[in-house]
Each structure stands twice: as C-alpha cells, then as structure tokens.
C-alpha cells in the first residue's frame, strides 16, 4: 500500500537502482536508433513508387558539419522547385537518410557543381498524396551503421539489466 499522493509507478521508480535505469536507457536508445533506421529505409522504398516530374535547381551550396576530434565533413545542399497540380513547391532533400558526407570541401564543392549547379533541370520525385514531399535519390540508405549501434546500444543494455557490469 502507497502513501497517499504517491502513485505505485513512482515507488517502482524509486526502487529500481540506478544500473536498471541506466540499461532501460540504453535499450530505449537502441530501439529507438533501429526504428528511425527502418522507418527512412521504408521512406526510401515506398518512394520507387512516385511519380516523376521536372525540377529546376534554385542553388547549391556546401555545409559543414563537425564531427569527433575537430574534424570537419561536408555535405552538398540543395534548393530545388517543381510544380505539381498547378502549384509551385520547394524542397531541399537530396535523399532520404541525409545528404552524403565528404571528406574534404573541394570534393563537396566538385559534386555540387557537378550534380547540382543553379539553373539545372532535374528529375523529381515526389509523394502523390502530399505533393510536398519529394526526393531527388530514391536510394534506399545502408543501415549497417544504425543497426550495429542499435545492437551495441542493446547489447550493453542487457548486460546491464542482468547484471553483467
């Protein structure tokens, strides 16, 4: 029996120690990694099924993003308009699961010039019931990175939760 005010939930919070409640945050964390993995493969692959239209390339650009140890990695954005229906759409996703990584800026700067200059007609693909939705690559992702982070991030749970460390 609870002490008035305090919910019985509330006093298995309370009892749970700390390596529990750490392995249960590791779990979420696994599954909540493969979920997002698998629900941007599902994006890309229910994509092969929409419609194509012409596009128009806005602008191009480079961004940067850091990552461990200082070191910097690139990405090629992209602005790009279509029209669907009579009415005119913007967009920016490149691909489903994020724009591919460079290494160094001149190789981003190369590929966006290349594959993604201002003014280039292009193919777009965009999802028939919400039209402002679209994709340039319909490429499904790899998901070995997600799903081996996922099963480490589980792996270090369970050990956890049997109490392993």
Known sequence: MCEPGISDA???VAAASPPTFVGFIFIVIAA??????HRTRRQAHDSQTWPMIPGHVVKSWVG???RQKGRAHYYVGVEYTYRVADKDYTSNRVRFGGSPM???????????????????NLNVYYNPQHPEKAVLDRQPPSLWAATL???VFAGIGAFILIGKF
Do not use: D, H, K, N
């Not at 909540?32 to 993995?37: D, I, K, N, Y």
């Not at 460079?102 to 280039?120: D, K, L, N, V």
């Open 10 to 12: 509330a006093v298995l």
């Open 32 to 37: 909540l990694v493969v979920f997002l993995a």
């Open 64 to 66: 940067t993003r850091r």
């Open 102 to 120: 460079f290494q160094s800026r001149s190789s981003a700067e190369s590929a966006a010039q290349t594959r993604y200059p201002a003014g280039m």
């Open 149 to 151: 982070v996922g099963v």
